[in-house]
């Protein structure tokens, strides 16, 4: 069956960088796009932007053009988030979801604090 | 941006209820391509969103048929005929018609 399976929580000092993984199984990982959603605690669900996976292009949402970056190893089957000069208001849930996003991931918790 | 006006905010139902959530868009949602490519999404507390509708009025994989979808342009609704318990948490359309993809602001469903 397909599953997307995320890296565990993180917690972090503002300023620091991460890296969450997002493993992909149950399909050809290179035949659907896969996006990205950010959820702060206790608010709605945010669009970050998604990645081709057959190119490698990604597409970011204003708000996450600065920071951010998608990137994928194809070889493993895994997507990646990385966030840059972490800020307090970088603490939320990060999803990654298959086109058309009938797959999610579990959600990866990332607490930044000093 | 494409804004995405969910109502109510909060819905309060009891069991074998039926309800509607309404979603509204800035924008009409049709596509050059002829779809309209507006979801609906159910989160359980502690839970990845569920995708349960897909190009307004499509029944994902293995959602119940008690859940249904219609719409067009920019008014879009979601019913649910015959609330269950496990019906119960936060609603969300999106679309994806137009870059960057946008959400709703969430409808939480409660029991009365």
């Known amino acids: 069956q397909i599953q997307l399976v995320q890296s565990g929580p993180e917690l972090k000092k503002p300023g620091e960088s991460l890296k969450i993984s997002c493993k992909a199984s149950?399909?050809?990982?290179?035949?659907?796009?896969m996006q990205w959603v950010k959820q702060a605690p206790g608010k709605g669900l945010q669009y970050m932007g998604w990645?081709?996976?057959?190119?490698?292009?990604?597409t970011y949402a204003d708000d996450f053009k600065e920071r951010f970056v998608f990137s994928l190893e194809t070889s493993a089957s895994t997507a990646y988030l990385q966030i840059n000069n972490l800020k307090n208001e970088d603490t939320a849930t990060y999803f990654c979801?298959?086109?058309?996003?009938?797959?999610w991931g579990q959600g990866t918790l990332v607490t930044v604090s000093s | 941006d494409v804004v995405l006006t969910q109502t109510p905010s909060i819905l309060s139902a009891t069991i074998g209820q039926s309800v509607s959530i309404s979603c509204r868009s800035s924008?009409?949602?049709?596509?050059?391509?002829?779809?309209?490519?507006l979801y609906w999404f159910l989160q359980r507390p502690g839970q990845s969103p569920q995708r349960l509708i897909y190009?307004?009025?499509n029944l994902g994989s293995g959602v119940p048929n008690r859940f249904s979808g219609s719409g067009s342009g920019t008014d879009f609704t979601l019913k649910i005929s015959g609330v269950e318990a496990e019906d119960l948490g936060v609603y969300y359309c999106?679309?994806?018609?137009?870059?960057?993809?946008?959400f709703g602001a969430g409808t939480k469903l409660e029991l009365k």
């Open positions: 999106m679309q994806a018609t137009h870059a960057p993809y946008t």
């Open positions: 149950g399909y050809t990982f290179t035949d659907y796009a």
């Open positions: 924008q009409s949602l049709l596509d050059s391509d002829g779809n309209t490519y």
């Open positions: 990645i081709n996976t057959q190119t490698g292009k990604p």
């Open positions: 190009l307004v009025s």
């Open positions: 979801a298959r086109v058309p996003l009938a797959y």
